[in-house]
């Protein structure tokens, strides 16, 4: 029966059906969750995603959600969603079933202009109707705002919060303490961190490994996160790629899809693709 619904849901264009009423929002991880993987499947498979779905045989977005055990039902908050890569997936992953939050940067915290703070607190406030737009479901499904304007009620209401491919960001414009901490406010006893991020060579200089170039030691963001209050329960290598030496002139940006150094190297920088990456798994203590 669950494939005739599939396949019914794929023909509206993956709108995806609810799971049954009792389904809960606190699942063990040691549960199989048996309609995940296709719900997952459909959502990676969504009309909207056309042309994001170049980039996913680097970023393997279905293996990696299931690895941070994202399940359909679930309060999730994306932090930094910038274009929306991640957001298509689990907006219609989430349905109408979850809710998908976009936590943007602390703009108090953050190093940008008044201008540059403007524009974050107006890609919050739009986040909703932009997300809707992507997805198809109704804006009432989605919410954003700002780390430093978190609304009242919203703390330990949390199943899972992302942050894919920022931790750099976080660490080289001096904001690790204030966002973890946050993060771990809002989510719930059990939620769980997940975190994306681009991987240095364990013996990569600090330096190099600070941020600056886009990568960070895997040790380093484990230490960084532990001493927040999150304790790692599992990492995975689905992000690995073993051909990125992790050593270029223009850091991570030399690679695809960015390309940075132009002409220079370009078939070279295109045949490693894209990063590689750390992916880890952490649940707030207690």
């Known amino acids: 029966m669950r494939r005739y619904l ?9 709108t995806v059906s609810p799971l049954p009423a009792d389904a809960s929002t606190s699942v063990d991880e040691a549960e199989v969750c048996e309609s995940c993987e296709a719900l997952l499947d459909l959502a990676v498979a969504h009309p909207a995603r056309k042309e ?5 045989r680097y970023r393997h977005p279905a293996e990696t959600l299931a690895f941070f055990r994202v399940r359909p039902t679930m309060k999730v908050g994306e932090y930094a969603p910038g274009g929306g890569w991640y957001s298509r997936v689990l907006g219609v992953y989430l349905g109408s079933q ?6 943007f940067l602390n703009t108090q915290a953050a ?5 540059g703070k403007q524009r974050m607190r107006d890609a919050a406030a739009s986040f909703a109707r932009d997300a809707a737009g992507w997805t198809g479901q109704p804006p009432a499904r989605f919410a954003g705002y700002t780390l430093d ?6 703390k330990g209401s949390f199943d899972r919060i992302l942050v894919m491919r920022m931790m750099h960001n ?4 001096g904001m690790v303490h204030r966002e973890l901490t946050t993060f771990r406010e809002l989510l719930k006893d059990d939620g769980l961190l997940g975190i994306e991020q681009h991987r240095a060579r364990a013996d990569a200089p600090a330096a190099y490994a600070d941020g600056s170039k886009g990568y960070m ?3 380093d963001v484990i230490a960084l996160v532990e001493a927040h209050g999150f304790e790692l329960v599992a990492r995975s290598e689905i992000n690995a790629n073993p051909a990125d030496p992790a050593d270029h002139p223009e850091g991570v940006w030399s690679l695809p899809p960015n390309l940075a150094q132009g002409d220079a190297d370009r078939a070279r920088f295109a045949a490693i693709g894209e990063s590689d990456r750390m992916t880890l798994l952490f649940r707030k203590r207690r």
Not at 6 to 14: E, N
């Open 6 to 14: 599939l396949i019914f849901a794929a023909a509206l264009g993956f």
């Open 52 to 56: 994001d779905r170049i980039r996913d």
């Open 98 to 103: 979850g809710k998908l939050t976009g936590l």
């Open 111 to 115: 190093p940008a202009t008044d201008a």
């Open 149 to 154: 304007a978190v609304p009242e009620g919203e």
């Open 170 to 173: 976080m660490h080289r414009f």
């Open 217 to 219: 030691r895997e040790k």
